[in-house]
Each structure stands twice: as C-alpha cells, then as structure tokens.
C-alpha cells in the first residue's frame, strides 16, 4: 500500500514538472514570436531617417520609398494619410486604380452569361512630413503592411549644392568691369574717374534661379518625401448579364411561331372583310351593272 502511494505521488511529480516544461516552452516561444513581430515593425525605419539637428557638417535631403502589399488598398491608404497629416504633413499625391488581370465570359444559359473580371487594386501615395518625424513615420506606417517587398531610405548631402547656389548669387551680384573715364576740368587739369558697368538683365535671372534652386532645397531638407506604392491579393468580380452572342435563344419556339401565324392570317381576313365592308356601294354597282349586262344580252338588243 505503502509502495502504491510512492509510486502515484512519483508519477504526479512527473506529470507537474513536465507541465512546467511546457508552459516555459509556450512562454519562450511567445517571446519568441512577439520579438519577430517587433524586429518586422522596426524593419521600416533605418538610421538614414534619423534627424540629426546638432549636425551641422551635412546638410541631407532625406526620402524614403516603399512597396508592399496591404489587406486593403484603400484602408491602408487612409490610415497612412491620417498619418501623415498627424506628424504635421501633408498628402502630395494620393492615386488608387484597379489593374485588370484577365476577364471571361462563360455561357450559363441559353440567355445568360457570366461575365468574370480578375483584377488587382493598386495604390500610388506620396506623403511629405517634417524631417524629425520621418523616422516615426515610418514606424508608424508599419502596423498597416501585410507584407514588405522593399524600402529604401536615402539622406542626400546637398550641402555644396547650397554653398554653388550662393556663390552663384554673389558673382552675379558684383561689378563685371569698370573703365576709367579721363574728364578736362576748368584748369586743365584732367580728372580719371571709374564708371562701373553693373551686372545685366541674364545676370540677374542667373542670381534669381541660384536662389530659388536653394529655397526648394531647403524645403526638402525641412519636408521630408516618402512615396508608398500599395497593392493588395488579386479579386474576382462576377455578373450576369444578357447572352448577346446566341441571339436566336431569345427567338419564340415553333408552336409560338405556328400560332403567330394563325392569328397574323386571320387578322388579314379581316382586314379584307373590313375593307370590302367600306367599299359595299361599289361592289354592289358592280353587281347590278353585271345582272343589267346580262339581261341586255338575252334580249339581242345588240
């Protein structure tokens, strides 16, 4: 008896200790799987979407391109522009179109047809956010991909595009040339004086395109460009629609065609009868003068 509660308690140990085994091993790949989900939500940003405002050695133009596909196109399109808006941008551009793959038709009946169209719907989004926010951004647009077929993130230094642009401005500013021009004063004297010839109308425009070339710059290092391209699993739409191609489908049957004939005969008797009916006073001249020729004849008149 002794021996038997051993051996049950022995068993019961087993059993907890491999119930704990288990639920560590539930539990790790739980943690397991919740660091895959976080290393994919952080696979959308890169350093390159870092802002930086204690650099002042570079000046970047940063921007950022991604692909994927997405549950749905057009909810995915909103959450990203409610997005963009709530990270103090705007929406450049915003397209959504549906590509169609292949469309068939298959007879159903002898007067239908179903009309099938696969199609996949696509979306073209172009968002511009403040550059300290393009990192969050990115993080934020995460949790709305499916799945990632590729992003870039590119920082472009554009800091000797800015400096080219205002020595551009500088030259055009400053004197081209000067020339001495000699002046006789009262007392002979001769009097050198330099006239300084300024810059001309094209050297002006060359001034005025250098800086308008480092505004825009400047509004892309401030203004941050990421463009989606979304697209989603291929559908499939279904109608029913009328069987153009068998039209003699829609043609009666022969008994309806038979019967048809009947009433279109008969409807000409009477249209004959009607007919005679309102011409009674010529056909009954025609009679008369017929019975009168008669009788002339029989009486050898002629």
Request: aromatic residues 10%; hydrophobic residues 40%.
């Amino acid at each position: 008896m002794f021996l038997s509660i051993q051996q049950n308690l022995k068993y019961f140990s087993y059993g907890v200790i491999s119930i704990l085994l288990v639920s560590c091993g539930a539990r790790q790949e739980g943690d397991a799987s919740w660091a895959e989900s976080a290393a994919d939500s952080t696979m959308f940003t890169s350093t390159a979407a870092v802002h930086n405002p204690k650099d002042t050695t570079h000046a970047f133009i940063r921007t950022g391109e991604i692909k994927c596909r997405v549950k749905s196109v057009y909810q995915s399109a909103i959450h990203i522009e409610k997005i963009a808006v709530q990270m103090g941008g705007y929406v450049a551009t915003s397209e959504i179109s549906n590509e169609n793959k292949y469309q068939t038709e298959t007879p159903i009946s002898a007067d239908s047809t179903l009309e099938s169209i696969t199609y996949t719907t696509i979306g073209n989004i172009t968002i511009r956010v403040p550059v300290q926010n393009l990192d969050s951004t990115l993080r934020a647009i995460g949790p709305h991909i499916d799945f990632l077929d590729y992003r870039k993130i590119s920082a472009d230094d554009v800091k000797l595009s800015l400096l080219m642009n205002e020595l551009a401005q500088k030259r055009a500013r400053q004197p081209i040339e000067e020339e001495v021009i000699s002046i006789k004063g009262k007392d002979s004297s001769i009097i050198e004086r330099k006239k300084t010839k300024l810059p001309s109308a094209y050297d002006q425009s060359l001034a005025d395109e250098a800086k308008i070339a480092n505004l825009k710059l400047k509004k892309d290092m401030a203004f941050s460009t990421v463009t989606i391209y979304l697209y989603q699993r291929s559908d499939t739409k279904r109608w029913k629609v009328v069987n153009e191609k068998n039209i003699r489908s829609f043609e009666p049957g022969f008994t309806s065609q038979l019967w048809d004939a009947v009433v279109f005969g008969w409807t000409i008797v009477q249209s004959i009868i009607i007919f005679l009916t309102k011409i009674w006073g010529i056909v009954l001249l025609l009679i008369l003068s017929w019975f009168g020729f008669k009788w002339i004849k029989s009486k050898n008149w002629f």
